[in-house]
């Protein structure tokens, strides 16, 4: 039996914080025509650099990711958004080599495509992609950061990570240099309605818990869930700059 097509309900909001002066995260939703039927691209991106670099890597990282994803001739969606990835990383790092004043500015980029039969996603520093069914919530992208590594020695316990200093640092992240190592995958389950899949910059995950995230995500509309967990970390004191984006699975049209 054929599977049955999916359909998604999608919402995102970006908010600068309490703490900074401006919005250094990017994102970007973007459904069209992909190999015959409609595929869904959602990219949140948090950059990072001198003066107003973050905001041009982040800004030009899901535009270059949005253009290259859909204008390559088609193949499967984990090969493009491979290499759409691998695309904006040569994108900004050239333009931080044309401009002295975005010198070193890179940002972070998940990436996930979703179409009728599957999710797919691609991903380079700690923005993070979930996947929320049930009660229970799955990190489908590891964190390519200072902290996730430390923790996997068991050089630093969960409890401590939650305030260390360094909980910031990236040891992975789009731009910086003129090859950059993404990882890339495939959902190993069907998609099924009712699942939730949520993609967030750190300024989401650093203050809000993973079960938290999970009950908000699943027990409110898509567009009302982004909006209380933006409002949830700013009441947490609102460090970073927040971006949420949000699918809800639905049967397709029929179904």
Known sequence: MEPRPLDYIIASCSDRGLRRSNNEDSLAVETRNQNGHPCSLLVVADGMGGANGGEVASKMAVESVVRTFFADPPAEPGDLLLRAIE?????????????????????????????EHGLWFAHVGDSRAYLARGSGLRQLTSDHSLLAELL?????????????????????????????RVD??????????????????????GVIADDEIAGVATSLPPSDAC?????????????????????????????
């Open 184 to 205: 890339a995958g495939r959902l190993d389950t069907p998609l099924t309605p009712g699942d939730t899949v949520l993609l967030c910059s750190d300024g989401l995950h």
């Open 152 to 180: 996997s020695q068991h050089r630093i316990t969960p409890e401590s990570a939650k305030t260390d200093v360094r909980r910031n640092v990236v040891t992975r992240s789009v731009g910086i240099g003129p090859i950059v």
């Open 227 to 255: 909006r209380e967990l933006i409002r949830l970390a700013n009441e947490r004191g609102g460090p970073d700059n927040i971006t949420v984006v949000i699918a809800r699975v639905a049967a397709g049209p029929g179904n």
């Open 87 to 115: 695309t904006a990383n040569h994108v900004i790092w050239e333009r931080s080599r044309e401009t002295p004043d975005l010198s070193g500015m890179g940002t972070t980029c998940t990436a996930v495509a979703l179409d």
